[in-house]
């Protein structure tokens, strides 16, 4: 028996729900509403001590962090295979998938809170002393202080800007990769395709598209993306219609100034 813990918007959760689509398995939800903190009840920190979706339940066994969860489903669901034969390419694809690791996600976290979440958190929790109790329960002390900077100083923050540059790079790079193959690591769909949806869907649902403006095989990778059965029953079937307007919105008002950043990078 499979069960995800799991959110609708979340992108570590979209990917897993792609990669189940793609395998074609069965599989039990228990989604848990990260705005009302369901994810930091004692219940839920057994499972995840910190306090992340989404989390793999198979058999009894728990798996926690997204990357490592999509590779486990590829190799105990074989069919159709998500990594390429060949050994060189299989280290690129863990490549890609390890720079998500290694901070893009952490950026995506600037983002969004920079663009569009600070506004709903500031709104609920309308004192200073009510947000210093939010960043301080935070559990990874990484996300409270780039959360503290974002939240208070939106995008004018200079992690924000870093934030942006960061993407800039990568969409960049992307784009020159994805000009002499389909996909990501050559013409077939694989895991670092996969990994990298929810990202580009979040600068889509952030009105940051104008990003890919200048980048068209990024731009046809996206839109190609955006087709499979698995981006449409991982991602788009859970789209919450209660936050893409307020996200979209929030993008609209940033985009001159996110424009104005994305100008100044030497990609
Ligand atoms: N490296 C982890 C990151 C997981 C993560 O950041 N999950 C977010 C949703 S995308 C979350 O649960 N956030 C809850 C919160 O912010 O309190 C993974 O890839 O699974």
Sequence with gaps: MLKLYHNDMSSCAQKVRFVLQEKGVEWESEELNLRTGEQLKPEFLKINPKGLVPALEHDGKILVESNVIIEYLNEVFPDPPLLPTDPYSRALVRGWMKRLDDGMHLETIVLSFGVAFR?????????????????????????????????????????????????????????????????????????????????????????????????PNFARWYAALKTTPGYRAGLTKWFNPK?????????????????????????
């Design 119 to 215: 506004h709903q958190l500031i709104a609920a929790l309308d004192t200073d002393e009510a947000l210093e109790r939010h960043f301080a329960s935070i559990p990874d002390p990484y996300i409270q202080e780039v959360q503290r900077q974002v939240v208070t100083a939106g995008i004018a923050s200079p992690r924000f800007e870093q934030a942006i540059k960061a993407f800039e790079k990568l969409l960049s790079e992307l784009d020159r990769e994805l000009a002499s193959h389909a996909w990501i690591v050559g013409d077939d769909l694989t895991l670092a395709d996969i990994a990298y949806a929810p990202y580009g869907t979040r600068l889509e649902h952030l009105h940051l598209h104008g990003m890919w403006d200048d980048k």
């Design 243 to 267: 936050y893409l307007p307020l996200m979209d919105e929030a993008g609209k008002q940033a985009w001159p100034r996110i424009a104005e950043l994305i100008a100044s990078v030497d990609a």
